[in-house]
């Protein structure tokens, strides 16, 4: 199997269309006779990775690319940038404001549940341009 | 059991009609916080809520659930339900919480 990448681009506050990109993410998963152990772990990353775009960034685009070893999805955006990572990444930190948290967002998972699904996460932020998050998944014998 | 079985029984009012009724509900799982459902609803759960805006239906999806619960009459947005339909999760209402929902299902052997 050559490499195979998609792009999805998510807009910011589009909670109408948001879980789009993670739903055709996970149908491209299952086209490709993937096991379902692996594709809900990309379900997963994909739909917080997808949230966080929606509810926090100034809009983002979400890629798969998928190889012989591994699945590595990436959310980039256009901004605002996150100012402290490591906060960022603690569980039931959030910054969402309370008209999100009452819609059962901002509970402070996002990130931690990213990285829990990943093999290997990346997480790069400069405050004014950006967050970047690569999150690889090695494939197993039989995935 | 299947999701029609916990309709008739628990008395819930189904708001996507007979759509995804055959599917087969394989345990329970109760929270109002997605990221926390994401991260530990399984497949063929029955999830009980009182979230209803169209975001459920993609949890709901992604996770292959068999139906959502929404207590205490929480009141439903038309996009939720049409969203529900497109992608064949069941949608039910009780008027009951979300735990006496929780003993019901008990009482009719789900879960155990």
């Known amino acids: 199997m050559g490499n195979i990448s998609y792009e999805f681009p998510v807009a910011k506050d589009d909670f109408e269309r948001a879980g789009e990109a993670s739903s055709k993410i996970k149908k491209i998963l299952r086209q490709l006779g993937?096991?379902?152990?692996?594709?809900?772990?990309?379900?997963?990353?994909?739909?917080?990775?997808?949230?966080?775009?929606?509810?926090?960034?100034?809009?983002?685009?979400?890629?798969i690319t998928i190889d012989p070893e591994s699945i590595i999805i990436t959310a980039e955006d256009n901004g605002p940038g996150i100012e402290d990572i490591e906060l960022a990444m603690k569980e039931g930190y959030s910054t969402a404001p309370d008209r999100i948290r009452e819609m059962g967002f901002g509970a402070g998972m996002g990130l931690p549940n990213m990285k829990k699904c990943s093999d290997d996460f990346i997480i790069e932020s400069v405050v004014g341009k950006g967050t970047k998050i690569v999150m690889k998944m090695m494939l197993k014998d039989g995935d | 059991m299947t999701v029609k079985e916990i309709c008739a029984r628990l008395n819930l009012r189904s708001l996507t009609g007979e759509c995804g009724m055959d599917k087969e509900v394989k345990g329970v799982?109760?929270?109002?916080?997605?990221?926390?459902?994401?991260?530990?609803?399984?497949?063929?759960?029955?999830?009980?809520?009182?979230?209803?805006?169209?975001?459920?239906?993609?949890?709901?999806?992604l996770l292959e659930l068999s139906s959502i619960?929404?207590?205490?009459?929480?009141e439903v947005e038309e996009d939720t339900i049409k969203k529900a339909i497109e992608e064949g999760i069941p949608l039910l209402v009780s008027e009951k919480s979300s735990f006496m929902v929780a003993k019901d299902l008990i009482d009719i052997g789900i879960g155990s």
């Not at chain 1, 594709?39 to 960034?57: C, D, K, P, Q, T």
């Not at chain 2, 619960?69 to 929480?74: G, H, V």
């Open chain 1, 34 to 63: 993937m096991d379902s152990g692996i594709i809900r772990r990309v379900a997963i990353g994909a739909y917080e990775a997808e949230m966080n775009l929606v509810i926090h960034s100034l809009g983002g685009v979400i890629s």
């Open chain 2, 69 to 74: 619960i929404i207590s205490e009459d929480a």
């Open chain 2, 29 to 61: 799982y109760i929270c109002d916080l997605l990221s926390w459902v994401m991260a530990h609803a399984h497949a063929g759960d029955v999830w009980v809520t009182i979230q209803t805006h169209t975001n459920i239906i993609a949890v709901a999806t």
